[in-house]
């Protein structure tokens, strides 16, 4: 089955404490994105990643850090947690980025983490 | 910059009517746009997308989304609403390298 999936899906952690959030994909997709969704702000991009070893920030990259070491995976990492990035978490992947018809965007089923 | 608005935070309408959300969209040359749902607790999921050709698009669950171009919109819209559309719906378009620009969402509740 096509999927893109997410560990952990839920994470209380408090801050200063260092984690990573796993994302994987069976598409073979070029690429792959990390959003975080809170009310009212809907979806805003953090990192995103054209191929193996190209990652670029997003809308929102403070205090986040990413790889794609591998295609399948793009691992989302929060070196020292803050309270503000307590968020949902999605992760995605699409066969090419950029403004083509072919965008269309999978996305995995999302990370709720608590920052204490 | 491409960008898309969706003006109504919250849409209410009662089971078997029609219902509409609303999107409007500012992009350059030709517009592709693009429908997702998010149930609760799930991730979004594809609904539909505009890319050339007839303004009405079909889609997944019985939606469709009618593309006006005098009036920058991409509306969504369903004949008949059922409960089970309740959901968070967000309309989205290509942003160059970024793959896709995400309007805030508005959530459907479709009322017994």
């Known amino acids: 089955e096509a999927q893109v999936t997410q560990n952990p899906r839920y994470l209380i952690t408090v801050t200063g404490k260092k984690l990573t959030v796993t994302c994987s994909q069976n598409?073979?997709?070029?690429?792959m994105s990390w959003y975080r969704q809170d009310p009212g702000l809907g979806l805003r991009q953090i990192y995103y990643?054209?191929?193996?070893?190209?990652?670029d920030k997003g809308d929102v990259p403070e205090g986040y850090k990413v790889s794609r070491k591998e295609k399948r995976n793009f691992p989302l990492i929060l070196e020292s947690p803050s309270p503000n990035q307590t968020s949902l978490y999605f992760c995605?992947?699409?066969?090419?980025?950029?403004?083509?018809?072919?965008?269309?965007?999978?996305f995995g089923p999302g990370t709720r983490l608590t920052v204490l | 910059a491409q960008s898309v608005a969706q003006p109504e935070d919250q849409v209410n309408v009662a089971e078997g009517n029609p219902l509409t959300v609303k999107c409007t969209y500012s992009?350059?040359?030709?517009?592709?746009l693009f429908w997702y749902v998010q149930y609760p607790n799930r991730g979004l999921q594809f609904l539909l997308k505009?890319?050339?050709?007839?303004?009405l698009v079909k889609g997944s669950y019985g939606f469709e989304a009618e593309f006006n171009k005098s009036q920058t919109s991409f509306h969504l819209k369903k004949p008949s609403a059922l409960v089970s559309d309740s959901a968070l719906y967000f309309c989205?378009?290509?942003?160059?390298?970024?793959?896709?620009?995400f309007g805030s969402g508005t959530r459907l509740q479709v009322q017994p």
């Open positions: 598409m073979n997709h070029e690429y």
């Open positions: 505009y890319i050339t050709g007839d303004n």
């Open positions: 995605a992947s699409s066969l090419r980025a950029g403004g083509t018809r072919d965008n269309e965007q999978f």
């Open positions: 990643s054209m191929n193996v070893e190209v990652t």
């Open positions: 989205a378009a290509p942003s160059g390298r970024r793959a896709l620009t």
């Open positions: 992009v350059s040359g030709n517009p592709y």
